[in-house]
Each structure stands twice: as C-alpha cells, then as structure tokens.
C-alpha cells in the first residue's frame, strides 16, 4: 500500500523437487547457514517463494519460501497483510495435503518440499531435513485437497450487504487427480475483525455437471468498482459479473 515493494509469486518446478538433488554443492550445512530459511537448491533454487523488489525492480530479495505455488496473491485492504492462495503438491492420496490461503510473513518458511502444513513430514523426502521440522509456518485457512485455488480477492465494495465487507473470495478452479470431484466453485473466507477465522463457504457453485464432465472451472476473481464481483472461468471461456439484489446475478 505504501507503494515501496513489489511481491513476485515464483511457483515451483516440479511437485516435490524431484530433481533437486540431496544436497547442494558446498553442503548442506554451508547452504543453510548462507541462504533463506527453508530455501532450495539446483533447479529449484529461487523457486517456491515469493520475492520482493523495489519498484524499479532492483534489490531483489527472497520475502518467503517453502509456498509450492502462490497462484493468486493480494495485499488485504484492512491491515496491509499480504495473502497467497496456494496449490500444494500431489500424489499423497486424495485428501492430503491441504491447499490453503495465508498470510505471509517476512521470512516464513511454509514447508514445500520437507513438509506440509505445519511438521507434517512428506515421506519422499523423510529425514531429508530434520532442522526444518520446528520452524514450519502453519497457513491461516486450509482448503481441500486438490481444489486448485488460483486467486484471492478481498471484498471493500458497498453493494453486497455489509457483512461481506473484509471476507474474502477464492476461486477454486477445481480437481484433475482425485476419485471424487472437488473445487469448481468460488469461496466466500469468513474474516472477524481483519483475522480469519478458519472458516469458508460456498459462494457460486453450479459448474460440475456429472461425475465426468464440467462446463466451468474458475479462475480469476476481482471486485469492480461498482461493488460487483467479476469471475472469469476457462472451462467454457466466460467472464460473469455477479451483482446483489437484482435477481440479475
């Protein structure tokens, strides 16, 4: 808000940092000791963070780490806080781990690829970084598994009633990897007070038709000067603007 630092999301490189190797040249020792809290290496090095700038692009720093990919990111117009929705990894079952929105700290370390909410350890990389385990930031609002969320946007305007001002909506552009569909849909996170309470609900939903078949898949949400709520979906390629009171919506 004060206009003196630009956030860039730099998603990861592969699920679990495959590729990555065990460790990185030098040592693993002199690599943490040197390099941000949680920070990878080799191909992954830079990745799964998000950096800060100046505005004219110079001083580059690393802001936070371990956020496998901070698909949609904003500043909540309450407290100045940044937030990121995140997509976490796949291939440890249908409802692990969780996708989530947080806040981020300066500094945060949030567990890709060691581990996952919290000092749950990924077991394909067990032991790798036993130092870490303690020092895993724990994200404000877990989502389910596999809902793909892709963008956060907070709610200033005055045309939905006022107990909307201060939440939040998520798109959630929905599951390719799970027995049983999950996302396709727009959230509605309930904040008191500028602080999350933990809690989510549905907010457009409608978009699945069968077990087999959807004809939308939410992506982009943002709030129109006019208070409206703008979506934008690429399973059909449809903008909605979604409005109160009108029975237009």
């Known amino acids: 808000p004060d206009g003196k630092t630009l956030y860039l999301s730099v998603g990861s490189g592969s699920n679990v940092a495959e590729d990555m190797g065990a460790e990185p040249e030098g040592g693993l ?19 799964a963070d998000v950096l800060a700038f100046d505005p004219d692009g110079n001083n580059r720093r690393s802001f936070a780490t371990g956020l496998r990919n901070c698909s949609g990111m904003t500043v909540q117009p309450q407290t100045g806080a940044l937030w990121c929705v995140v997509n976490e990894r796949d291939e440890l079952g ?28 990924d077991p394909r990389h067990a032991g ?21 969320p892709l963008n956060i946007a907070f709610y200033e305007g005055g045309s939905f009633p006022a107990d909307y001002r201060g939440d ?27 602080k999350p309470t933990g809690e989510y ?14 004809w939308g898949r939410p992506v982009g949400v943002t709030v129109a000067k006019d208070g409206a709520l703008i979506l934008t979906e690429d399973g059909n390629g ?8 009108d029975g237009r919506s």
């Open 29 to 47: 020792e002199q690599w943490a000791t040197s390099a941000p809290l949680g920070a990878t290496w080799g191909p992954e090095e830079g990745r």
């Open 94 to 121: 249908d409802n692990v781990p969780f996708e989530y929105a947080t806040t981020v700290r300066q500094g945060g370390f949030y567990g890709w690829p060691w581990y996952y909410i919290g000092a749950n350890e």
């Open 128 to 148: 790798a970084r036993a130092d870490l385990a303690g020092k895993v930031t724990v994200p404000d609002v877990l989502l389910q598994a596999h809902s793909a």
């Open 168 to 194: 939040a909506f998520v798109a959630l552009h929905g599951s390719w990897n799970r027995g049983v569909r999950t996302g396709y849909k727009v959230v509605r996170l309930k904040f008191k007070d500028g």
């Open 201 to 214: 609900e549905d907010f457009a939903t409608g978009f699945v038709i069968s077990d087999d078949d959807v």
């Open 238 to 245: 449809t903008i909605w603007r979604v409005i109160y009171g």
